[in-house]
């Protein structure tokens, strides 16, 4: 109990010399915090975005010669899929077309996309209420039901139309069978997104989508699997595939999406279908948050070397100044453990209080990075939650960091104590600050 006092003490009482120990453990934890709560912000808004891009956790692909990516009778596919998940699970079908081969007109100005998306919007309206919508949006198509000509598009595209939420625009397109079609449309949306997953997407009412490329009443090209309120893991993922084995013929485990779409169109004799999971759409973007990881955790790695080398050597010398101190508390008998304890201590508490005022400075900082507008940056959307950066705690990640300059330094103050201690009191008492 007394050494506790003894470092209590001694804080107190040499507060100047530690303040720079403090700064030093307090704004290099705050920095590798947020540097990872940016991160992880960033990759999760990535993934959400991608989500509505590819429509939820997974997506469902058929594949037989001669019908490539084409599912017919999609309601009798659907009821089997819900049969074997979980009752939370939200099954849609979807449709999604080459935008290449259509074009949006308004005014006499043309706009290319890449992707039309038909969607059922009473099913993923859970998904695209994340979209930030600079006007409109879901609930204005929600409100008249019966309306299908309908489209959301996004902000640059918007721009470039020199269009708003409640114009009509034209749709030009060439169908199916080769023919060249135009419909009328409504801009019931403007989504913020100018990046990969949402600068050259359309998404339009599947019905709609698909009466206008002349397919077939039963036709569809993807069901989609989500969950409104889970994350779902790897494993629940295994479990689904697993699940879904038992009433449709599954393709192996996909992990890169690509692995099926790049088979030959008669490479299944019969009706095949494959699992995607978000991650098996999401290869190339892994390497970029690969990338991101890495550097970030150079940045960490780099910062915490520095709080433990900073702290670590400055407590040396501090400990070989307070030699004098060392000899009297030996001389007055106390034992080597009880001085190595109360250095311990004392070095603990000031690693503490450091971390603690370090989260706090996190926590400011993270706060008043959220309040800035990033969307001016291009392609920087797909990091943003409505255009700002969403930090998020990674409670793993930042135990881990805080554990690590807290175990690491006390080795460092434990190696110089255990050699200070080494010396003789008269040896001790002798030496002057």
């Not at 599947?206 to 002349?214: A, G, K, V």
């Not at 995607?276 to 960490?300: G, H, K, R, T, Y």
């Amino acid at each position: 109990m007394y050494q506790t006092k003894i470092a209590l003490r001694s804080l107190i009482m040499r507060k100047r010399q530690y303040v720079s120990l403090f700064l030093v453990c307090m704004a290099g934890l705050a920095i590798s915090l947020a540097a990872i709560a940016v991160s992880t912000g960033m990759i999760k808004s990535l993934n959400q975005k991608a989500r509505i891009y590819y429509g939820g956790d997974a997506v469902l692909m058929c594949a037989k010669t001669g019908e490539w990516l084409n599912i017919y009778d999609y309601e009798e596919k659907i009821e089997s899929v819900k049969a074997v998940l979980p009752k939370d699970a939200i099954v849609s079908k979807r449709q999604e077309l080459d935008g290449r081969h259509g074009s949006f007109y308004f005014e006499g100005v043309q706009a290319l996309q890449q992707t039309f998306k038909g969607i059922e919007i009473e099913n993923e309206k859970d998904l695209l209420k994340s979209l930030i919508f600079t006007e409109g949006g879901v609930e204005s198509v929600l409100k008249n039901p019966d309306q299908k000509n309908w489209v959301f598009i996004s902000l640059p595209i918007a721009k470039m139309l020199g269009v708003h939420a409640g114009d009509e625009i034209t749709l030009q397109l060439e169908t199916n069978d080769n023919v060249l079609n135009t419909v009328q449309i409504e801009v019931k949306g403007i989504f913020q997104d100018s990046s990969v997953f949402g600068m050259y997407t359309s998404y339009f009412d599947f019905e709609f989508l698909r009466d206008s490329y002349n397919r077939p009443k039963n036709y569809a090209n993807r069901i989609t699997i989500h969950f409104a309120n889970k994350n779902v893991s790897e494993k629940n993922l295994h479990e689904m595939y697993d699940s879904l084995s038992s009433v449709l013929n599954m393709y192996d485990w996909v992990e890169d999406k690509d692995d099926f779409l790049d088979l030959p169109g008669d490479a299944f004799p019969s009706e095949t279908w494959a699992f995607v999971p978000l991650s098996a759409n999401l290869n190339d973007v892994e390497i970029m948050q690969l990338a991101m990881d890495a550097i970030i955790s150079f940045i960490v790695i780099i910062l915490t070397v520095i709080i433990i080398a900073g702290i670590g050597s400055t407590y040396r010398v501090l400990i070989m100044k307070r030699i004098t101190e060392i000899g009297i508390y030996m001389a007055l008998g106390m034992k080597k453990r009880s001085i190595i304890a109360t250095l311990l201590f004392e070095s603990f508490l000031l690693l503490v209080l450091g971390c603690i005022a370090g989260l706090l400075l996190n926590g400011i900082f993270c706060a008043v990075i959220s309040l800035f507008d990033f969307s001016f940056i291009p392609s920087f959307d797909m990091f943003l939650e409505k255009g700002n950066l969403s930090p998020q705690f990674d409670v793993l990640k930042s135990v881990t960091v805080i554990v690590s300059v807290i175990i690491a330094t006390l080795l460092s103050v434990l190696y110089a104590t255990l050699k200070s201690i080494k010396i003789m009191p008269v040896e001790a008492l002798s030496v002057t600050e």
